[in-house]
């Protein structure tokens, strides 16, 4: 069995890796060769957190595992550690034995990243230049930095909740050589793509604040309840996602379904464009909307690409198991 520690992930994971992992396994998802396990989450009476599992198997690719972890609210403050804390766990298909450990922090914020990151590859106008931030927190910073690499951005505005954070975003456009601007959400109207990765139970981002053609990438509505995006905005823009069973049940369409404005039909995997049975984008001024909730497969096909990457690099910690 091989262990690669949460230490080692930085110098082993490229964004390219972490795009063509998740890709791939949208794809494969969508050709029905790879499915999730039903996702358990449980806050567990200790430490006020939250701890759960999100599993599958990837038949093509020969992944088969789990993600352990969850969020500790106590563990900065109180222990020194991030308080989302998670490890993957990879298993040899063929006979059940465990393969590879894995830390799984860093990975999962390059696993969503890379996930509106296919969205907007497949989805957005191909003359796309200005890009849009709502949300300026811990995952937004690997979101936008995914991001730009799939267009060529002139110019990235930003909203936030908490408009102290913009900063964080503001440095990754410097970073990458563009323009900042702080705008309303009515600015937002300046955007060909806008991504929404906030923690945020109500919604900031009206169908008014959004122009003909945009790309929206909504990646922070994972769970019951939050909401970053009107239902109306839903209802209007045509909406993929990586797990239509998660999109109305944790997802951001979860609330235009509850209210009636669409059904699961209306919603298609973003696997189905990426292999071709669907053609994604049909006009200039269509609105796209992908609903990012995040499948365990993502954390598996990474994970496993760093298993890889580190076995080649000779960084793997092999164990007698
Ligand atoms: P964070 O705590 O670092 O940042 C939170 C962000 O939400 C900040 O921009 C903050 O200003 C904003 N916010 C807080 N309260 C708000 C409110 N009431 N209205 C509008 N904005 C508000 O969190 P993070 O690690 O960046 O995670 C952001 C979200 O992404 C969380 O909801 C998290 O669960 C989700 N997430 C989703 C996936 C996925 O696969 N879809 C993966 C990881 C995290």
Redesign the pocket.
Known sequence: MLLVPEREIANLMTLEAAFDAVEEVFAAMAAKDAYNFPVIREAIGHEDALYGFKGGFDRAGLTLGLKAGGYWPNNLEKFGHIN?QSTVFLFDPDTGMPSAMVGGNLL??LR?AA?SSVSIKHLARPDARVIGMI??????TFQLRAALEQRRFEKVIGW???PE?LPNIEKVANEAGLPFEAVTLDGMQQADVIIS??????P?LMAEHVSPGCHIAC?????KG?QEVEAALIAKGTVFTDEVAQSISIGEAQHAVADGLITSNDITELGAVINGTHAGRSSDTEITIFD???VGLQDLSVAAKVVDLAQKRGIAIEVDF
């Open positions: 989302h999962t914020a969503t996930a949300g300026a927190g811990h995952q937004s936030n909740y908490h954070m990765i906030t923690s945020a139970f109500a900031s990646m922070g509505t994972d769970t939050k990012g909730t995040g």
